[in-house]
């Protein structure tokens, strides 16, 4: 299978997806090596996951540049590697007091002479299915508190972005104790397929249309699905904010990473009174805004890594612009190089009807809708399939606050935007057709991963048959 280069359009690199066979292989592989890995203390595994973290840091130039290719975009691979020895050492320090306190042990029962207890069973065999948009980040971010419960992990990133999987191989390869129950594969659909068919919890990340296929997959099953899907993200900005630093944040919120973010901001609703000088300084600072073309280690913007989405936001500018919408900025799909690039696009007059207000867009651009009744604002932000993020932006905490709490989305920025991207900390569900399952962010990361067996210790005499005998409960039957 040939992967295309996002700088160049040459397909200068291939990939042998993975067959039924091969899938199942290693999955049978992982199984016979997970009880012994679950079957270590917490403070074992911790050893060994932080070996993973340095093994990680001596191979991160080799993962780096290969992510870089992967993605045409240089900086921000460095951000994605340098983060996820952080994460492993992060959850090495949170997980052994989260799982001691979700072990409750010796609770007397209701039951006088009944002792409980309750054990944290890990689903044996954890999977994962990654996107392209932040391939290491994504491919890692459930895997990671998997193998900490004790599950053994198998991961297949996205076939868009596969070269930075061979040298992460490298690095679990330095821990032969991790490289035992933790395996990166490449693939397609079909190998998705076969993953989903294979394990017992399974972690999708990507787009509404693929996460249903993988629902309905794991409900026939009767495995977890826990779905991180699209988003159409909001950012409410009240009359009392500052415009001028409203329309920063909402730049950066919007078009970081090239808007290719789940949790990019793509839609804006501006009160009227300060709509003007919002939209004035937005196109001003978005002209500043320089694509990384033709020198990577240069400007804010890279090209879409799949450059069918550039193509596809084309035609929602083209729809815009054919309903009234006026293109302030930007606006152009440019191939530059061989790669596809679109510079900030701030689109004003847009309206609700719009694919550019309701489909996702996944790319830099900004739609901006002028309102008059906060409430109307609300109603319309709320107006998506999507739940998973939004933000509000008003003068004080407490009035973008009590806005914030009539939004329809898992995680609300309070006066910024997009704060999902940096802080993992804070659980948060996917709103609507944005998810579906446990918050991977926060303890729930960790804890989602195991069954509660509960020890129910008889210190009495068990009950007998005899006890459950017709004629003991002659009164309550009112006889
Ligand atoms: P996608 O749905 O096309 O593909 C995602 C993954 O699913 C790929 O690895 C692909 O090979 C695999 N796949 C495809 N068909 C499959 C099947 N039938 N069974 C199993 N696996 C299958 O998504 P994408 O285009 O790679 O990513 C972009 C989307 O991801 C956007 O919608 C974006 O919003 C979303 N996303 C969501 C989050 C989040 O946390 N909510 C984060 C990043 C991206």
């Known amino acids: 299978m040939k992967v295309r280069n996002p700088r160049t359009g040459e397909t200068d690199y291939a990939i042998e997806p993975l067959g039924v066979a091969a899938v199942t292989a290693a999955t049978k592989r992982l199984r016979t090596n997970q009880p012994a890995w679950a079957a270590m203390p917490i ?6 996951m932080l070996r993973w973290a340095d093994a990680m840091e001596k191979h991160a130039g080799a993962i780096i540049e290969q992510l870089t290719i992967d993605t045409g975009r240089a900086g921000i691979a460095a951000i994605e590697v340098g983060g996820v020895p952080g994460t492993i050492r992060r959850w090495a320090a949170l997980a052994p007091d989260i799982i001691a306190q979700q072990s409750p042990c010796e609770i007397q029962s209701a039951n006088p002479t009944v002792v409980n207890s309750t054990r944290l069973v890990p689903f044996p065999l954890f999977g994962a299915i990654a996107p392209w948009n932040f391939p290491m980040t994504l491919s890692t971010i459930d895997a990671i508190p998997a193998l900490f419960a004790g599950c053994a992990a198998l991961v297949k990133p ?6 930075f999987v061979e040298p992460l191989k490298a690095s679990i390869a330095e821990v032969p104790e991790l490289a035992k129950v933790l395996e990166i594969i490449v693939g397609d659909a079909e190998t998705g397929q076969a993953l989903v068919a294979n394990v017992d919890y399974v972690c999708f990340t990507g787009s509404v249309a693929t996460g249903r296929k993988v629902a309905v997959a794991a409900a026939e099953a009767f495995i977890p699905a826990n779905l991180e899907l699209g988003g159409k993200d909001p950012m409410i900005i009240l009359a009392s904010a500052d415009p001028v630093e409203a329309a920063k944040t909402a730049l950066r919120a919007s078009i970081l990473a090239t808007g290719q973010a789940c949790q990019s901001i793509e839609r804006l609703y501006v009160a ?7 939209l004035e300084t937005l196109v001003t600072e978005a002209e500043k805004v320089r694509l990384n073309y033709p020198d990577i280690n240069e400007g804010e913007i890279g090209p879409f890594i799949f450059a069918p989405q550039g193509h596809k936001i084309d035609e929602q500018i083209t729809e815009a612009k054919a309903k009234g919408a006026r293109i302030l900025t930007g606006g152009t799909v440019e191939i530059l190089g061989g790669g596809t ?3 900030p696009t701030v689109i004003a007059d847009a309206t609700p009807d719009m694919a550019i207000i309701r489909d996702e867009s996944f790319g830099p651009v900004l739609p901006v809708i002028a309102f008059d009744s906060i409430d109307d604002a609300i109603a319309q932000a709320n107006d998506s399939i999507y ?3 939004a933000a509000v932006i008003a003068g004080t905490t407490q009035e973008a606050e009590a806005v914030g709490v009539k939004l329809e989305a898992g995680a609300i920025s309070i006066n910024d935007g997009s704060m999902t ?11 609507k057709m944005s998810g579906m399952g446990p918050s991977r962010m926060g303890e729930s990361g960790l804890t989602r991963f195991f069954r509660k067996q509960a020890l129910i210790r008889q210190t009495g005499t068990p009950a007998r048959i005899q006890d459950f005998a017709e004629e003991n409960f002659a009164g309550d039957k009112g006889q």
Do not use: H, K
């Open 272 to 278: 009227r009174a300060i709509y003007d000088q919002f």
């Open 421 to 431: 991207a940096m802080v993992w900390d804070a659980e948060n569900s996917s709103f």
């Open 158 to 163: 996205s076939e868009i972005t596969p070269r």
């Open 43 to 48: 403070a074992e595994r911790c050893t060994i």
């Open 341 to 343: 690039y679109l510079r």
């Open 387 to 389: 739940g998973l993020s």
